[in-house]
């Protein structure tokens, strides 16, 4: 309970909010090294071969128990009621230190997210964003991804996997040097039920006349400018960190492709099928469980994997033919068909989202209240 509160606590101011979302997702992580931990110290935890770390596991609060059934067992009377005892000091203390923390909870009133303050999002329009709808719409948009809690912990969660998961992974420095690949990939993959976010208040674009083209564009305008640099910079660095030049080609075009699929299919699929999300009031960032549960949300992953790789397959053409007769003039000439392939899997699926979003808009409105 004590822990529980603490992390009430953490989460109840904006960094606090951000700081949670890193740590949860190193925790989801974690499974990967706890495996491996866990398959070289259980045979020496039971085994007891190691003094050190059997004495050390003891002098835990989570061993003072076990000691107390020891002792007790061997008729050492005296040091297990110390152990006892010593449990019990430890339990007072941490319900001393939950009632504050929950009595803190209920009388202060939450950080209200910091509507002002440096960064990205200073209430003017950014200079380089154009003065049509469009730019109204991005600038909007790049205002909500800095400062909605769920959007934030979405992408921040996708950079985390992207990078993360294949540097613990068994294949090691390869999956690497494909690490801005991963980060396009669960970017869009977290947001595929990208109006859901914003629930009921689509109405305003619906009740707009010709809007729906302008909100679907700078929705995805939007996305690719945070995940866009983001993954680029991981293109350039980690093959070359990784010592693997040679996959340049593969990443940037298989990348650029992936950016512009990714644009296309978090509007297609949120239009498509949409589902409403829990109401965000300050909670958990991570509340984000929609009306889409198992067989649902499995059709949905798979058609978001199937979109991404029907904009990957042009620039894999001449990827495998540049490796198979090995030209690398024709390898490297993937990556302006990688651009191609993502500029018009955009601009497609783009404008299938905003004519289904301009003639099915109410069934839209319905489904995310």
Do not use: C
């Amino acid at each position: 309970m004590a822990v529980i509160a603490g992390l009430g606590a953490l989460l109840g101011s904006r960094r606090g909010k951000d700081l949670g979302v890193l740590l949860a997702a190193l925790v989801g992580l974690a499974y990967l090294p706890a495996q491996a931990l866990f398959g070289a110290l259980g045979p020496v935890v039971v085994d007891q071969t190691s003094p050190l770390l059997t004495g050390l596991l003891r002098g835990l609060p989570t061993g003072w128990g076990p000691a107390a059934v020891a002792a007790s067992v061997a008729g050492n009377w005296v040091p297990a009621l110390a152990w006892l005892a010593a449990l019990a000091a430890l339990d007072g203390l941490l319900l001393v230190v939950w009632s504050r923390l929950l009595v803190r909870r209920l009388t202060t009133s939450g950080s209200a997210g910091g509507v002002r303050g440096s960064g990205p999002v200073d209430g003017r329009r950014q200079w380089w964003l154009p003065t049509a709808p469009l730019g109204a719409v991005i600038d909007k948009e790049l205002r909500l991804w800095w400062r909605d809690a769920r959007r934030r912990a979405a992408l921040a969660t996708a950079i985390l996997l992207g990078l993360l998961l294949p540097f613990l992974s068994h294949t090691g420095s390869p999956s690497l040097a494909a690490g801005a690949l991963w980060i396009a990939f669960f970017a869009a993959m977290q947001v595929s039920n990208l109006y859901a976010f914003d629930g009921t208040s689509v109405w305003q674009t619906l009740s707009t006349p010709g809007a729906a083209r302008f909100d679907v564009r700078g929705r995805q305008w939007a996305w690719a400018l945070i995940v866009g640099p983001v993954a680029l910079v991981a293109a350039l660095v980690l093959p070359g960190v990784t010592d693997r030049p040679g996959v340049y080609p593969w990443v940037l075009a298989l990348l650029l492709a992936l950016l512009g699929g990714g644009a296309g299919t978090i509007v297609l699929v949120s239009v498509w099928t949409p589902a409403a999300m829990p109401v965000q009031r300050g909670g958990n960032p991570f509340a984000t469980s929609s009306q889409l549960n198992g067989f649902g949300l499995a059709m949905r992953r798979l058609a978001m994997s199937l979109l991404q790789l029907a904009a990957a397959l042009p620039p894999l053409v001449p990827l495998a033919i540049g490796t198979l007769a090995d030209l690398p003039a024709v390898t490297w000439l993937a990556v302006p068909v990688g651009v191609l392939s993502g500029l018009g899997t955009a601009w497609w699926w783009g404008r299938l989202a905003h004519r289904r979003l301009a003639e099915r808009g109410p069934e839209l409105l319905a489904a995310l209240r």
